[in-house]
Nanobody, 127 residues
Framework: QVHLVESGGGLVQAGGSLRLSCAAS????????MGWFRQAPGKEREVVAA????????YYADSVKGRFTISRDNAKNTVYLQMNTLKPEDKAVYYC????????????????????WGQGTQVTVSS
């Protein structure tokens, strides 16, 4: 059984930083691209960042480019999202997700591409 467990969310002031972690179990981690998504109240879930099976390829939404960094440690079956210069509009529930890799450079960018999801972690940014 696959489990993705996020941690690291919380309350931070605008301009601050948080580091999210997502620990995976029950799957062969380096066979999967990993992504971070977020969902704010009343809005659709959107991709924030994704990386390919070894982290050599990354994708970022325009809204977070230059502020967020996705990385992974395949030895620890963990993917990270370093979030810097946080803004109030970054407030959302953040989810990690795993997508079976179809190619070396594959990074999934839509919710439909992902096979497994975590339960989410709340990020709140105060102004």
């Amino acid at each position: 059984q696959v489990h993705l467990v996020e941690s690291g969310g919380g309350l931070v002031q605008a301009g601050g930083s948080l580091r999210l972690s997502c620990a995976a179990s029950g799957l062969t981690f380096n066979n999967y691209a990993m992504g971070w998504f977020r969902q704010a109240p009343g809005k659709e879930r959107e991709v924030v960042a994704a990386n390919n099976w070894n982290g050599g390829r990354t994708y970022y939404a325009d809204s977070v480019k230059g502020r967020f960094t996705i990385s992974r440690d395949n030895a620890k079956n963990t993917v990270y999202l370093q979030m810097n210069t946080l803004k109030p509009e970054d407030k959302a529930v953040y989810y990690c997700a795993a997508a079976r890799s179809g190619s070396y450079s594959y990074t999934g960018r839509t919710t439909e591409e992902y096979d497994y999801w975590g339960q989410g972690t709340q990020v709140t940014v105060s102004s």
